[in-house]
């Protein structure tokens, strides 16, 4: 199960972080078309955890992404799974973490990163889950705007694990 290397909406790109993109993140080495508030210490996280190939050795979709304004190419923020998704219960399941920069909040962009990755998980069959702090009501928000509507309790962290069921397809 592969995910394109580059997802795009109609104001994004979601694009794969190279393994010399993630080495410059995690050394705190910048990059011309990234937002001087990127990448977050969230963002160096994410990059630190790109690992996942197919049989090839190439990318399988399933990491970390550079979430990319499409109207001038600034990197705002990262979006990607923690990996490709395991059979729990029945199904193909995997989490997703996303964040932006505080100049690109409030603007309906995580949503609109969120949107564009289901949009290929649904074709394939794959449940998604989200972990979220219960004070972080704008994330919350874009949980459940983009349909995250299974509260399953919550991490060891106070976290609460919410998922977004498959659709229905008739």
């Keep these: 199960m592969r995910l394109p290397a580059e997802i795009t909406s109609p ?85 997703v973490g996303y964040g932006l920069v505080d100049d690109a909040r409030g603007r309906g962009v995580a949503s609109e990163a969120v949107r564009a990755l289901l949009q290929h998980t649904d074709r394939l069959g794959v449940r998604v889950r989200a972990s979220v702090l219960p004070g972080n009501a704008a994330s919350i928000r874009v949980l459940a705007t983009c349909g995250f509507t299974e509260l399953r309790g919550s991490t060891e962290e106070g976290e609460l694990v919410m998922a977004r069921p498959l659709p229905v397809i008739t």
């Design 11 to 95: 104001r994004l790109v979601l694009r794969l972080i190279t393994p010399d993109e993630a080495r410059d993140m995690v050394a705190g080495r910048r990059r011309t078309d990234w937002h001087a508030d990127y990448p977050r210490q969230d963002d160096r996280d994410a990059a630190s955890m790109i690992r996942s190939t197919d049989d090839a050795g190439r990318p399988d979709g399933w990491g970390p992404r550079h979430v990319v304004r499409a109207f001038d190419g600034l990197v705002v923020g990262s979006i990607g799974f923690f990996g490709p998704p395991d059979d729990l219960g029945g199904a193909p399941e995997t989490e």
